[in-house]
């Protein structure tokens, strides 16, 4: 199995090692995490190295190129994973065996699928999306860039979710509709109108909260 590394070592590592573990494609090698309070510490029994001033040596002395962002917060996964492209490494994505993947489905670089996962026909996730255990996205869905679905969540066909918006756990999100960038959607949550850009709603049916 090909070596690679994971930048985080909070929660969210421990679910994705689990996911890399099981699927058996690749093999952790260790962790990089910039807060010094992890430097020496271990996650499931993969040693946290440093931080992102000691990714290269640990890469280099490792022969390895690969890695994936482990970080569930939506904008600092993605700020990582940008970092980490523009520094040459290359993005994995992770999917867990008992996810099922449907036809003409595709998955981005650095993309997470959890156990449980259902993806149908003619859907796309873009590249450092989550979808998390046993969350469902059916037909003819768009998922951008840095996407979390959170577990248990329902989208339906022909959803568009815009680039680093998160869908809490499980919420359903009727046939149709569309997640603006940035957007929360709060656990839940029943989603009958569209959510713009940067509003946070919840509630059945969905609505912006009050700021």
Known sequence: MEKI?????????????SVIEEEGRYEPSFLIDDDPRLNSQSVLGYP???????????????EIKKGIVAIGDNRHRLLVAQWLCEKGFQLVKAVHPT?????????????????????????????????NTSASVDHDCTLADGVHVAPGCRICGGVTVGRGAFIGAGA???????????????????????V???????????????V
Request: hydrophobic content about 50%; overall charge positive.
């Open 172 to 194: 359903i999100v009727t046939p149709g509709r569309t997640i603006g960038r940035n957007a929360v959607v709060g656990a839940g949550s029943v989603v009958l109108a569209d």
């Open 99 to 131: 996810a099922y993947l449907a036809r003409r489905v595709a998955i981005g670089d650095g993309s997470a699928l959890m156990a449980g996962v259902v993806i149908n026909p003619d859907t796309s996730v873009g590249t450092c999306a989550i979808i």
């Open 48 to 62: 946290v190295v440093g931080a992102r001033e000691e990714l290269a040596q640990a890469a280099r002395s490792r």
């Open 5 to 17: 590394f994971l930048f985080g070592a909070g929660g969210h590592a421990k679910a994705l090692i």
């Open 196 to 210: 713009a850009d940067g509003v946070r709603a919840a509630g059945n049916p969905c609505r912006p909260l009050s």
